[in-house]
């Protein structure tokens, strides 16, 4: 995931799915799409602070850094987000398209 995308900078509707993206657990890593810092900045800092509001910060944390260091030392890759709904207002998208349990 980007941090543009969890900040609204494709629109509402990619915010939204990002967001619920994180909260379902189905993002391991979150990364810019910056291209360079005038134009098109990182806003990781901004991203992760908005992540952490929705994960908790050891999980956004681990979205930038934890994840990302495990993959470049070549170690497995251990899920920093293990959710199971908490503060969840809706049913999830998997949950409204599958009917998963």
């Known amino acids: ?8 900078e ?3 509707e990619v915010q939204r799915f990002s967001a619920e993206l ?6 391991h890593i979150m990364g810019s799409d910056a291209h360079d810092a005038e134009y098109r ?11 952490a509001e929705l994960i908790g910060e050891e999980a956004a944390r681990a979205l930038v850094d934890g994840v990302p260091r495990r993959i470049l030392q070549g170690k497995p890759i251990i899920s920093a987000i293990p959710l199971s709904g908490v503060g969840r207002r809706k049913p999830s998208l998997w949950k409204r ?3 998963a349990p």
């Open 10 to 12: 494709w629109g509402k």
């Open 97 to 99: 398209i599958f009917g």
């Open 22 to 27: 994180l909260e379902e657990g189905l993002v």
């Open 1 to 8: 995931m980007t941090a543009q995308s969890l900040l609204g």
């Open 41 to 51: 900045p990182p806003k990781l800092r901004e991203a992760l602070l908005l992540a």
